[in-house]
């Protein structure tokens, strides 16, 4: 990086120079100027990133400089430097389009603030030049077309022999291996970086890439995916693990693009691409989000279960507007896919929709409708576990705030935490429950919740608990071949025994006598 100091004074140039390289040690070069004129000479010759002014100098005033600058349409950041008596002059010049001003003497925190809002026009100086150049280069540059086209072609199979000329010799001659390159955060940086130009991303990704190929003497052959903006496919003839980690940080460096690459396990010949690519573009959304993980097809029906109880326990946090049981909710669910290691895209989005579900039926609204695909939903959380959280936990907060405002048009002010907690039983009785741990929940004491339930319910929370299980267990051995001990676990007892005893003291048989008596029942 390079900056240009234009003043008269040497000792307010050396403690300038100072001062920038304690606050921006990516400073590379220093030029200097004792004049306008002079400045304006080294301007245009060396095209330095930022401009260090002085107001009052010989020759050319920092007024002056400032007025042929703008003549000449020179987009650089400029800082004035100024003593207090000037500021009219300060006022001047930023009116002329400098960016910031520091009065003499020097405080480093001046220096410091002044020199990060430089920096930000530096940064967005160099993104804007890389995007006009890429504009050039992408309408100079129409040759490619037909290989675009026969790319696409062995996309989605309707390859021919007629194609085969336009194709690299390696890929005509050997076996190659098929590479998945699939791109996180391609929405983002497609929005942020590149003004939602899909054309202008993808031709600034194949030129990265045609460039890292040629610094490398990599054979590889490029293609677009037919099914996901965010993926691509490559071939190559030696696959090299080093080479495929170099890319990645190459796109993340230059693009600023969180990619992964998957490789197929067997070498093939070219008409066998499509059928590599499309195996692994199917398999692409239940990419593990866990480090080092293979994809995960299978869904466990204890993870399916646990999505269900999720579900509820968000509608119930919207009900009853306790924000501050979703964090930890949507914690224990990650945690329990993380045990299981199934946390993937698609069983996210599983999770996510179910939620929604639940929610819509309380608020008669979805929250982030446009999220209603897996894909969409993949570049929403970058296939990021922690990004995912902070969208689970965002979008619940906006439903309960969303239901907030209705209950409060429908005079629903005060909330009955009290029938939260019932209602809650109601559903989550498989889980370990306790007053003590409904109390942490719903942030109430057990003495008042105690108290509460007890006055509301005339019975007491622990009654309450197996109350519901034990009807519960009365269903299910009535209406399921589960065994009875499966039962008990499914109804929150750990030990039958102990279910026996309870069952037997609610309703006088024990559960498999009772499960006799049903079966008598419907038998005659």
Known sequence: MKVLIVEDEPKVKRALKKLMLAVAPEIEQFCEAANGADGLELLLTEKPDLLLLDMIMPIMTGVELLERIQKLQLDIPIIVVSGHHDFALVKQAL???????????????????????????????????????????????????????????????????????????????????????????????????????????????????????ELNEADLMLGASSHYDWCLWFVSRHPDEQLLRQLEQILLKVLKLHCFIWQDQQYRKLESYFSAISAMEDRVLYASLLPGKLPVIAQSPELAKAFGSFAEKAAHT????????????????????????????????????????????????????????????????AFDMEQAKRLFIQTLNEYVELFRHIATAQGQVKDNRTLAVKEYIDFSYSETLSLANLAQRFFISKEYLASQFKQQYHTTVLQYIHQVRLEKAKQLLKESMMPVSAVAIATGYDHFSYFDKRFKGMYGVTPSEYRLHCHAGLKS
């Not at 390696?170 to 699939?182: G, N, S």
């Not at 930890?328 to 990650?334: I, P, R, T």
């Open 318 to 381: 919207i009900i009853h507007r306790l924000p501050f049981c979703i964090e930890a909710d949507v914690e224990a669910l990650f945690s329990y896919a993380i045990e299981l290691e199934q946390l993937t895209v698609m069983h996210l989005f599983q999770a996510w929709s179910m939620m929604n579900m639940q929610a819509e039926a309380v608020t008669g609204s979805i929250h982030r409708p446009a999220l209603d695909r897996a894909d969409i939903f993949a570049q929403a959380i």
């Open 95 to 213: 009116q002329s389009g400098a960016i910031d001003y520091i009065l003499k003497p020097f405080d480093r925190n001046d220096v410091e603030q002044a020199w990060q809002k430089a920096y930000a026009k530096i940064e967005e100086n160099r993104q804007n030049d890389l995007t006009a150049r890429l504009i050039e280069k992408m309408q100079s540059e129409q040759s490619e077309t037909q290989l675009r086209t026969v790319l696409k072609k062995i996309t989605v199979g309707h390859f021919s022999q007629r194609d085969l000329p336009l194709l690299p010799e390696f890929v005509k001659q050997e076996a190659c291996v098929v590479h998945l390159l699939v791109i996180c955060n391609y929405t983002e940086v497609l929005n942020e970086r590149f003004n939602k130009d899909i054309m202008l991303l993808d031709y600034a990704l194949s030129k990265c890439v045609a460039e890292f190929v």
